[in-house]
């Protein structure tokens, strides 16, 4: 990934921040996004001390506002010249409801964020990439783009969508040397499911925590690491033909009856 530029969204914690360990180890150098500053400029600081020979930007914008994301894709080209990968992975989960209860305004919230997001970063990198006749996209959709997820129907059918977006683009912009593909991560253990497990036992997030990691083949819940090692492949040369493709990375879980 050396001298490699990559754009990475929901950068200050989690999955995107965890991808960004990963590639700052393997030497490219980074665009880091999201709207929580205070947190990406600690964490932005903290990686650029540990990894002094890379170069890091950090821009601050909301994914669901599209001059937002005009305005990340430009600092970056304006920085490094070039975008090599987008990671375009900012996203949020909304509150658990029954599909008929569901809260309208969250309801927006999460189309906006996971499905709108997503679009914009598409809709902006791939002239870039058309230019350069190179790029590789992630996108992050979940098992929940895969399959049914009890009192989640937004962010189910934010992330189905996400799927199909990536099959979208790979199909058109394959001819431009451009490999577009989304993981579909199963429970890792990131700050949004933390959250999510505090809502499903708000006096015992542990005890949800444990029952869930013993319904998994592998009986544990997945490293952040994990993924970002698969997003890094999938974001290098390496990967020279795998497209629009949704990768599980969920140990297993989604083949379970
Ligand atoms: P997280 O809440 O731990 O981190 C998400 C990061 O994205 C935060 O830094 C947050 O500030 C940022 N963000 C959220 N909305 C944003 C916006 N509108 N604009 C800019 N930044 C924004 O979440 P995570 O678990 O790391 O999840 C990352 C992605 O992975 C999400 O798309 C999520 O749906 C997906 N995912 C996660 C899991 C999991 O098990 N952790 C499973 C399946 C899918």
């Known amino acids: 990934m050396k001298d490699k530029a990559i754009i990475i969204t929901g950068a200050a914690m989690g999955l995107g921040l965890a991808t960004a360990k ?10 880091l996004v999201d709207y929580n500053e205070e947190q990406l400029i600690k964490e932005a600081e903290k990686l650029k001390s540990e990894y002094p020979e890379i170069e890091i930007i950090r821009v601050k ?4 506002n599209e001059e937002d994301v005009k305005n990340y894709i430009n600092k970056t ?6 975008i090599d990968g987008l990671y375009n992975n900012a996203g949020i989960e909304g509150k658990q409801a029954p599909l008929i209860d569901y809260d309208l305004k969250v309801f927006e ?3 906006d964020i996971n499905l709108m997001g997503v679009y914009y970063g598409l809709r902006y990198v791939i002239p870039i990439m058309q230019k350069q006749k190179y790029g590789r996209i992630v996108n992050v959709a979940s098992v929940g783009g895969i399959r ?3 009192n989640q129907t937004p962010y189910v059918a934010s992330k189905h969508a996400v799927s199909g977006m990536s099959k979208q683009a790979a199909v058109e912009y394959g001819k431009d040397g451009i490999l577009t593909n ?3 991560p199963g429970a890792i253990l990131t700050p949004m499911v933390a959250e999510a497990f505090k809502q499903v036992n ?7 925590e444990a029952e869930y990691a013993k ?7 997945g490293d952040p690491k994990h993924v970002g090692l698969l997003v890094s492949f999938l974001l290098s040369e390496e990967n020279g033909y795998v497209s629009g493709q949704t990768i599980a990375i969920d140990g297993g879980e989604s083949n379970m009856y």
Not at 77 to 82: I, L, N, P, Q, R
Not at 202 to 208: F, G, Q, R, T, Y
Not at 215 to 221: F, I, M
């Open 148 to 150: 049914g997820v009890i």
């Open 182 to 184: 989304a993981i579909a």
């Open 77 to 82: 080209v304006e920085t490094f010249g070039k």
């Open 61 to 64: 914008a909301d994914v669901s």
């Open 215 to 221: 319904r998994n083949p592998t009986r544990a819940l």
């Open 22 to 31: 990963v590639l700052a180890e393997k030497g490219a150098n980074l665009s």
């Open 202 to 208: 708000p006096e015992d997030p542990k005890a949800a």
């Open 109 to 111: 919230k999460v189309i």
